[in-house]
């Protein structure tokens, strides 16, 4: 059969190892800047996932950087989200210039030299 659309498109990858409930994600933007958002997976279904917005614990390091950390006890906004596989993991669109990865668990280096 042949076909115009690309070969991605007709079979898409698999997801390795996808969202769980209880994941924490982390998006970084800004024009320079390295600004940090965050937030938890808490809920999945087919190829979306229920994100709910997480605040920020920072630990300022200068006038003009910090390390950021999730605040797991903020609860946000709760918005849902489609979700692609990404390599070994998956990522989701958090904007249109930004996109959350999962969490590593180490503090993310930020900055705004605004």
């Known amino acids: 059969m042949n076909s115009i659309l690309s070969p991605s498109l007709l079979s898409p990858p ?18 320079e800047a390295c600004i940090a958002h965050w937030a ?20 300022h390091t200068g006038p003009m950087n910090w390390e950021s950390t999730p ?8 918005v849902t989200k489609r979700f692609k596989p990404d390599g070994n993991s998956y990522r989701v669109k958090d904007s249109s ?3 959350f990865y999962k969490w590593d668990g180490k503090p993310i280096s930020c900055y705004n030299y605004h």
């Open 14 to 31: 698999p997801v390795i190892n996808g969202p769980k409930v209880g994941d924490i994600l982390v998006s970084c933007w800004g024009y």
């Open 40 to 59: 938890q997976v808490v809920g999945v279904t087919g190829k979306s996932v229920k994100l709910q917005y997480l605040g920020a614990s920072d630990n």
């Open 71 to 78: 605040d797991l006890n903020s609860a946000g906004k709760t």
């Open 97 to 99: 210039f930004a996109t």
